[in-house]
């Protein structure tokens, strides 16, 4: 998983530094979603920006990530790529579900909490997923409050 990091965090360096980081990414890139798919994540990931995610905040950041390095890698081919499709329905899946039995969460806790919002946000701003209206959910999660009554935890 480390390879997705890498590429997130060469994204402003050196064009060598970026094309070696993609290049690593492209290499391992199919049994990287091959874990995810199955289930098989790490107990703790460090995401290109630093932080530290467990539990389920860490499910949420590999898949985020998953899709950003993607997206950075691909370029226009992105579109069209299966795997990536197939990431964006997995991670839409859990969102989307978590959405219908939460439909009036904005701000901070859009998603399950604010860690997993977090990552959800970093997607919905680069344009990731083609099946919801990235702009929407990117000025929903801009509100500040978080809805009275709403249920704190993870569901992954």
């Not at 964006?88 to 701000?107: A, H």
Request: a positive charge.
């Amino acid at each position: 998983m480390k390879e997705l990091a890498d590429v997130l965090a060469a994204k402003d360096g050196s064009q060598a530094d970026r094309l070696a980081a993609q290049a690593a990414f492209l290499l391992g890139r199919r049994e990287i979603w091959n874990n995810i798919y199955e289930g098989r994540f790490p107990k703790v990931y460090t995401s290109a920006n630093g932080t530290k995610y467990s539990g389920a905040p860490l499910r949420t950041a590999i898949r985020c990530d998953f899709l950003l390095a993607s997206k950075l890698t691909l370029g226009q081919k992105y579109a069209k790529d299966r795997l990536a499709d197939q990431a964006q329905r997995d991670l839409l899946f859990y969102i989307l579900r978590d959405r219908e039995r939460f439909p009036e969460r904005t701000g901070k806790k859009f998603y399950c909490c604010q860690k997993c919002t977090s990552k959800l946000y970093e997607c919905v701003k680069a344009k990731v997923f083609r099946y919801i209206d990235n702009a929407k959910w990117k000025s929903e999660i801009e509100v500040e409050q978080t809805e009275p009554g709403a249920a704190n935890g993870h569901r992954e």
